[in-house]
């Protein structure tokens, strides 16, 4: 008697099922993680620009002025670096927000020179 082999595999519909259960799995997972990156990009922001403020702010308590330029800060060694900008990825996108006066030229804030808006709503340019 002749032993006979079958061949075994999945079937068409079997290999659509598998499919789109992935398909639909993915669908769920996929907007919670381009979302969680934006999340954690926008907390490094908040973080980086909250370091940058108090770096201004111990450059005005120990020299009575602020600085005019923001690299003045890392000569100084009040920042080891300027930190990046997240969201643009560079370090010299930072915006510097001058003194109040005309002829002041020292620089008392800085923002994001990101452009666009965060998940809150808000533009990045108004942190």
Do not use: C
Request: charged share 30%; no cysteine.
């Amino acid at each position: 008697m002749a032993l006979q082999t079958q061949k075994r595999g999945f079937t068409l519909i079997e290999l659509l099922v598998v499919l789109a259960i992935v398909a639909t799995l993915l669908s769920i997972v996929a907007p919670r993680y381009v979302h969680q990156t934006d999340r954690a990009k926008e907390a490094a922001l908040k973080e980086n620009l909250s370091v940058l403020r108090r770096a201004l702010d111990e450059f005005y308590s120990d020299s009575g002025k602020y600085p005019e330029k923001l690299p003045v800060l890392t000569e100084r060694r009040y920042l080891r670096a300027l930190p990046l900008d997240p969201v643009t990825n560079r370090s010299d996108s930072w915006v510097p927000v001058p003194g109040t006066d005309d002829d002041d030229k020292t620089i008392v804030d800085v923002k994001s020179g990101a452009q666009g808006k965060a998940l809150d709503g808000t533009e990045y340019s108004s942190w």
